[in-house]
């Protein structure tokens, strides 16, 4: 594996957020921006699976716990793609990966869902 790239701070050049993600491995992370991945992520995430549920007509409590489990599972997966196992503690443990963005992700998923809901059946 080759060495992660690392910055000096007189440096100018700053790294793509997007570019760093399309390969974890290469750069060094800050906590903030793998906190900010995770955060987008489960943003764009809630809104599909927002829409596509209520296209598909799904309602109630199972579809709540889906996405609650599907979200954290997304989260814990990219949060560890990003950090080996030993770093989760720059962050605060596994706990802030998981729990990063939920309550704005959820509340994007129940807007998106009951919108499309809406709009299509009635």
């Known amino acids: 594996m080759p060495p992660k790239k690392t910055l000096k701070k007189d440096e100018e050049v700053k790294i793509s957020l997007w570019k ?3 390969q974890p491995r290469q750069y060094s992370w800050e906590k903030d921006e793998i906190l900010e991945v995770i955060y987008w992520q489960k943003q764009i995430l809630s809104l ?3 829409i596509t549920w209520g296209v598909l007509k799904l309602q109630y409590l199972p579809v709540i716990i889906a ?3 599907m979200i954290g599972a997304a989260s814990y997966f990219v949060g560890f793609q990003i950090l080996p196992g030993d770093e989760t503690e720059g962050v605060g443990g596994p706990w802030p990966v998981v729990t990063e963005g939920g309550m704005p992700a959820f509340a994007t998923f129940l807007l ?5 809901y809406t709009m299509c059946y009635y």
Do not use: S
Not at 112 to 116: G, H, Q, R, V
């Open 112 to 116: 998106a869902w009951i919108i499309t």
């Open 20 to 22: 760093k993600v399309g």
């Open 48 to 50: 599909i699976l927002g």
């Open 67 to 69: 996405f609650l489990v």
